[in-house]
């Protein structure tokens, strides 16, 4: 741990240019273009004296968990780029409501990076089956056009929630009614890692480049 932080601490200071310094694994798909300092916004305080604080704690053996040569990436840096305006259907920030408590152990939905973990190369790097911890109960008598949602729900299908609906509505698409028609799970799969998104192109609001 120690070495690491000494390490991180050296790059740093070795090399100007943070694009230089390894990053901890593949971008994610999209991501190719992007700036490092998009996301690692730098911590408050000069780099020199974040270095120098780090490495007096370090040489003194003490733990080093001041933020050093970025804050911790956090919802705003995504947003500055994936605006929705509003109109997310699963908007990470209302999933701090105390009725979400159960999923926030589970699936923490109210942080981007949790489904989208940064460097691992994968668009979605929680599997995408995690609809259950919210989804259970669909209201009785309410008609849903489709398939039996509370038999899907009921069997622990939650595999199957994918190959009909995205998870943010930001595309239009025309929604399967049946399963027999539904998206197959590896285009699913191969989505949620780097492959081409099933729901097709047109997207509602585009990705800004910055
Ligand atoms: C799309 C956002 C994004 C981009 C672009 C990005 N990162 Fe990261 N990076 C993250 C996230 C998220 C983490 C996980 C840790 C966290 O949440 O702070 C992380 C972790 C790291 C870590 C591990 C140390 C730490 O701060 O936890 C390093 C080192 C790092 N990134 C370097 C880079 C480099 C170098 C680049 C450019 C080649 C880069 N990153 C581009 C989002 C990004
Ligand atoms: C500087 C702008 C910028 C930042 C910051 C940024 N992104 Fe992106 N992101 C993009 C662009 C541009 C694309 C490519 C969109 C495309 O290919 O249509 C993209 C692609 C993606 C994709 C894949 C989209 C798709 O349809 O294939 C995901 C998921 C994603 N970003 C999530 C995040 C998350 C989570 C964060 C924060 C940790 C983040 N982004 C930060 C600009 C950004
Ligand atoms: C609980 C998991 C989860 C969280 C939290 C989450 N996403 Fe996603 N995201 C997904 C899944 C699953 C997909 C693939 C299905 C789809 O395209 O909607 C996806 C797709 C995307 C895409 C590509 C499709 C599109 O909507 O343009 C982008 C960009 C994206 N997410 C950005 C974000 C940002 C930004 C945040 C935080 C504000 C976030 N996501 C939070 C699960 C999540
Ligand atoms: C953290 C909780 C949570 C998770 C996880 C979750 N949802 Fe939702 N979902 C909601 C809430 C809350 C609503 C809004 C319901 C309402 O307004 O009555 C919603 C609404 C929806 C809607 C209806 C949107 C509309 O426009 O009427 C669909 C479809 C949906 N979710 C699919 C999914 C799928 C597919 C997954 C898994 C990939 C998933 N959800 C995971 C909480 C969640
Ligand atoms: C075969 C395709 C298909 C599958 C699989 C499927 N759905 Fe649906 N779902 C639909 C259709 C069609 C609707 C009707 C509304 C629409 O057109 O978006 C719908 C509506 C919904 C709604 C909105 C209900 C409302 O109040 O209007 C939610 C929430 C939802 N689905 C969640 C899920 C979850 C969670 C799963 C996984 C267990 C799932 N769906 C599996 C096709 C599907």
Redesign the pocket.
């Known amino acids: 741990m120690f070495w690491a932080v000494g390490l991180a601490v050296f790059l740093v200071a070795a090399v100007a240019n943070q694009d230089e310094i390894l990053s901890p694994g593949p971008v ?4 190719e ?3 490092c300092t ?2 690692h916004l730098p911590a408050t305080g000069s780099h020199r004296q974040q270095i120098q604080a780090n490495l007096q704690k370090f040489m003194a053996g003490e733990n080093t968990d001041a933020p050093f040569h970025s804050e911790p ?1 956090d919802n705003s ?2 947003e ?3 605006d929705r305006k509003m109109e997310d259907r699963h908007p990470a920030f209302r999933f701090k409501e105390p009725r979400f408590k159960e999923a926030r152990a589970s699936v923490a939905p109210q942080y ?2 949790s489904c ?1 973990q ?1 460097h691992t190369g994968k ?2 790097a929680n599997g995408g089956d995690f609809c259950g911890s919210c989804h259970r109960e669909f209201e009785e008598g309410q008609k849903i056009k489709g398939p039996d949602h509370q038999a899907l729900a009921d069997q622990e299908r939650f595999d199957t929630c994918l190959k009909c609906h995205d998870f943010h509505g930001n595309h239009r698409y025309k929604v399967p009614q049946e399963l027999q028609d539904a998206f197959s799970k590896e285009a699913v799969l191969y989505y949620l890692d780097d492959g081409p ?1 099933p729901f097709g192109d047109d997207k509602i609001h585009a ?4």
């Open positions: 994610n798909p999209g991501h273009a992007v700036d998009s996301c990436v840096a995504c500055d780029c994936h981007c990076v989208h940064e668009r979605v998104s990705d800004r480049e910055q």
